[in-house]
């Protein structure tokens, strides 16, 4: 199921110039840019050198701009580029498409049910 989900969403969001190992961290930064890359790591739950490859990639691609943090002089803090910010509207449908179309087939009652029991497995698995 993740592996069709990732390639389903790989399949919508790459038009935009963006791929899977980016979505979180645009989200992160959509909802509260300028963030740092030791906040994005608490958030999204991933390794720090993990987070550094994919700032680094975005970097590249030109999402993000680091800039030095105003109080601490070993942070820096990731601010979104233009091309970010012009596609997040796009990005976000592109994203809900995908969840709508692997719910489908799913009642409304077993939709609220499938996201408890994948919240509940989520929450006891970052306990282990």
């Not at 719910?103 to 609220?112: A, F, K, P, V, Y």
Request: aromatic residues 4%.
């Amino acid at each position: 199921m993740a592996r069709l989900c990732f390639e389903e969403l790989r399949n919508r969001i790459e038009p935009l110039g963006i791929v899977p190992g980016q979505f979180p961290t645009l989200l992160a930064l959509w909802q509260q840019d300028g963030q740092t890359q030791r906040e994005l790591v608490g958030k999204l739950d991933v390794e720090q050198a993990t987070m550094a490859n994919t700032l680094n990639r975005m970097e590249r691609d030109g999402l993000i701009t680091r800039r030095e943090h105003p109080e601490d002089g070993r942070a820096r803090v990731i601010l979104l580029t233009q091309k970010a910010k012009a596609i997040r509207d796009d990005a976000y449908a592109a994203a809900g498409d995908v969840n709508a179309n692997m719910l489908d087939d799913l009642s409304e009652e077993e939709r609220s049910q499938f996201i408890d029991f994948m919240q509940r497995t989520i929450r006891t698995l970052r306990k282990s």
